[in-house]
């Protein structure tokens, strides 16, 4: 029987052995999916302590549903290991590790690179590997296929196949999860794609494939350029409409009144989280190399790179109409999770902000219901405050950083001296008046 | 009775005389709008043709149902005229004049400056006016306001009120029109938006009222920019994706299987039609006086005023595959409205296209089953010839510039010597093949 055989036969009879490399918001939901449907899956961690907790069902992602996680653990379907040779154990591979920019903005590729070299130094022959970490297009054909057969020394398309297959995890959606998202997948070749079909199938409810993995590369990237530049966009606009006397939410909502060629995006002090500051400058990127300038995400950057310090200058423009400057002052900074309702301060905006005012001489503290303590770029660390009335009274600024649903504005806004609100927390206020400064 | 209620009572007993000055694609549609709920319109416009053809019930705009027009020609409902002193006989005025660029991408307010002197110099006290041309935030109040009420010396909010209403009107929309387009309002003044809301309500299913004039104009232009900045996104990743040997269609359908939080736009030779190529700069030039750079604006544009250039570039190098130059190769343009189905080349990237081509010397020809003659920016004139298999196989290149749907695609692509495809007319062509070339 050929390789390819054999893999198809072992996914329809659902005796594969699936490896997930890297649990996180992406591999631990993934795994769940696969073992619930009663395939054995083996998460692979760098890290003992996801990998203690995952064979402990201690859940420590907010998407994953307890009950069904403390089942395929018990039933021995998912179990994971900090030992990268049980590699050799699994038939299908897939890769779900970061690809954070490092500090100059570039693509850090060494995780990806990692797995590569963990997989091909003990995959068998007849192994298929499916990459799920945004990237730049290119990466699977380009930058993971050499290392992989130079490490190993087998060859593509005939001892293993290669896929491309984006993640579309959007931490805390309540309708769209791993299993009910529909899923892109750009095999390489025409045996990888059949492969890579019948695998998906068993975890995730729809899937459409696409003529090539760079293909599916460029869809993860899109759909996140899209959403960093009309983000961008949305926050020129409403930095230009304050000085023009005009409530840029109002508009936003009257223009979603035209029911066709129109979706809204609201400002806010950045963007935030794992993907949309990233994934559009692994294509800015890889562009460079065409000699192509991608002057939208390039302008798109500017305008995020610069809303630290313009959300800066406004608390200091608010506390100055009280005579007050921001060096000395307390400024109680309210949510630091990225977006509304979860617990996930990656690249948070708020942490931006925090740090330019704390630079300015301010004391800064900060309340996240569910966000106890948070680090900044500069490895500095914050405690997270109740929120209790006396507090809110005895600081010079409240800031408005993330909306959960959970606070209550107006008990905030009455006991407060100052309220900046950089995300219409405070829907009563037009744009402003002597206590509440809106973006 | 004051004048308010007076004007109320004229409504509710529609008794009110609606003036409409400009009889294009806003004000014809809606004047019968008007009209076919039995109010009496009087249209206003400076060409003689138009209003001749209005009082004969010939029609010219394709999104007027010709029956419900002729019916309230027939029965006396409406009426037009070039006298413009004949406003004194009008309750409400509503202003649907062009706002165009000049030459240098600066507004042209000379329409809107002249309805306002026409009205100013004829209405009777008591008036209620309307704007619904696109134009930049504080238009209204700012250069409406004090133009009538100079040459009148009447006062605004005692003696007349103003308001403005963006047109929605999306040519060849087959599902939304004049009258199920929800409308937003933004009267100036308690007095006004009452006035507003209930006079437009005659016509008009569903309103929106925001707080001033300025959100309302503010409404447009976001819905505009929007569509601009997106259509220049999908067309700058379009021509890096032919460079790296992606397909842009096929991920564009891929991403649209995101459920959520993403929207498609296609790209194509350039952004045309009466509004998208010119909404945005009036806000570029606007936000010049509070010292604002809008940067993503200002990129898209940039982009769109290199898509001519690139796309003659584009059909120079197909051609040049073929050991042909474009001085002296004929091509053979198909489509040069500015959107599929429609019969309108207003602002038509494709004009911009040929005009390029022309000027390297390639002798240009068109066909658009909706559009008979065209006159390019530099007055220059071409006349539509017709589609024979005889001419297809005659020339040296063939064009899609409009994805009319009526175009038979395979009989085109297999007649022709060559084919560059801007639109993805030719959809079984991945990328390119010895005598198909896509953008």
């Given at each position: 029987m050929s390789y390819r055989d054999d893999i198809l036969k072992k996914i329809s009879s659902k005796t594969v052995v699936v490896g997930i490399l890297g649990l996180g918001y992406v591999g631990l939901p993934l795994a769940v999916a696969f073992a619930k449907n009663k395939v054995k899956v083996i998460g692979f961690d760098k890290s003992d302590k996801k990998v203690e907790a995952v064979n402990m069902s201690n859940n420590y992602i907010q998407d994953v549903d307890p009950a069904v996680f403390n089942e395929v653990v018990k039933n021995g379907l998912l179990t994971a290991t900090t030992d990268f040779t049980r590699i050799k154990e699994c038939d299908a591979l897939i890769i779900c590790v970061p690809t954070p920019l490092d500090?100059?903005?570039?693509?850090?590729?060494s995780y990806i690179e990692s797995a590569c070299l963990d997989i091909a130094k003990n995959m068998k022959r007849g192994t298929f590997i499916s990459l799920e970490s945004t990237t730049y297009p290119t990466t699977t054909e380009v930058f993971m296929k050499p290392i992989i057969e130079k490490t190993s020394g087998l060859k593509e398309n005939i001892d293993f196949w290669l896929c491309f297959s984006p993640e579309r995890v959007d931490p805390g959606n309540k309708q769209y999860k791993t299993e009910n998202t529909p899923k892109v997948i750009g095999g390489l070749g025409q045996d990888a794609q059949k492969i890579a079909l019948e695998l998906y199938k068993i975890a995730i409810k729809q899937l459409y494939p696409v003529s090539s993995p760079r293909a599916a590369e460029m869809v993860k990237i899109l759909e996140n350029t899209y959403r960093l530049v009309n983000i961008s966009l949305i926050n020129e606009l409403a930095l230009l409409s304050g000085k023009m006397d005009i409530n840029i939410w109002e508009v936003i909502e009257a223009a979603k009144?035209?029911?066709?060629g129109f979706q809204a995006f609201y400002p806010g002090p950045g963007i935030g989280g794992h993907c949309i500051p990233l994934d559009p400058f692994y294509l800015e990127y890889v562009a460079k190399g065409f000699n192509f300038d991608l002057t939208m995400i390039h302008t798109a950057g500017q305008i995020n790179n610069l809303m630290p310090y313009r959300m800066m200058n406004k608390i200091s423009y608010a506390l100055n109409r009280q005579k007050k400057p921001l060096n000395g002052s307390t400024v109680l900074f309210l949510g630091v999770a990225y977006k509304p309702d979860i617990d996930d301060s990656r690249e948070s905006p708020a942490l931006l902000v925090m740090e330019q005012v704390a630079r300015k001489g301010a004391k800064v503290i900060y309340h996240d219901p569910y966000i106890s303590t948070v680090v900044d770029d500069n490895g500095h660390s914050y405690k997270g405050v109740d929120l209790t009335d006396e507090l809110i009274g005895s600081v010079d600024c409240v800031v408005?950083?993330?909306?959960?649903?959970?606070?209550d504005v107006d008990r905030i806004v009455s006991k407060a001296k100052l309220v900046v609100d950089?995300?219409?927390?405070?829907?009563?206020?037009?744009?402003?008046?002597d206590k509440v400064f809106k973006l």
């Open positions: 500090k100059f903005q570039e693509p850090d590729m009144t035209k029911p066709y408005f950083t993330t909306n959960h649903s959970c606070f950089l995300r219409n927390a405070v829907k009563q206020v037009h744009i402003e008046n």
